[in-house]
């Protein structure tokens, strides 16, 4: 089954930096485009990032304006979310997230757990 495994995030200061990684397994990786989405509660879930299946095209929602980079490592099966000059308002939990397809099952999307992120002086 298609598991997503997260680890990274924690507590930083504004301004600082944080990595985020998540790691797949059961279903071929380099097939699939992957995302992150980070969820604030109250508010609606928001996509953060998006990277094609090559990772040549990383793509990023509004807000990041140029502070983050995700990246993928498909011998790795893995892909990272670097996260600097990180402000107040990033404070959410964050999950990687991919859509999948088999015969069986149809078109199904699976989530990491999850990795809290704080940011706060």
């Known amino acids: 089954q298609v598991q997503l495994e997260q680890s990274g995030g924690g507590l930083v200061q504004p301004g600082g930096s944080l990595s985020l990684s998540c790691t797949a397994s059961?279903?071929?990786?380099?097939?699939?485009?992957m995302y992150w989405y980070r969820q604030i509660p109250g508010k609606v879930r928001e996509l953060v990032a998006s990277i094609d299946t090559s990772g040549k095209t990383p793509r990023y929602g509004d807000f990041v304006k140029g502070r983050f980079t995700v990246s993928r490592d498909n011998d790795k099966n893995m892909v990272f979310l670097q996260m600097n000059s990180l402000e107040p308002s990033d404070t959410a939990i964050y999950y990687c997230?991919?859509?999948?397809?088999?015969?069986?099952?149809?078109?199904?999307?699976?989530w990491g757990q999850g990795t809290q992120v704080t940011v706060s002086s």
């Open positions: 059961g279903f071929t990786f380099s097939n699939y485009a």
């Open positions: 997230n991919v859509v999948t397809w088999s015969p069986d099952r149809g078109r199904s999307a699976s």
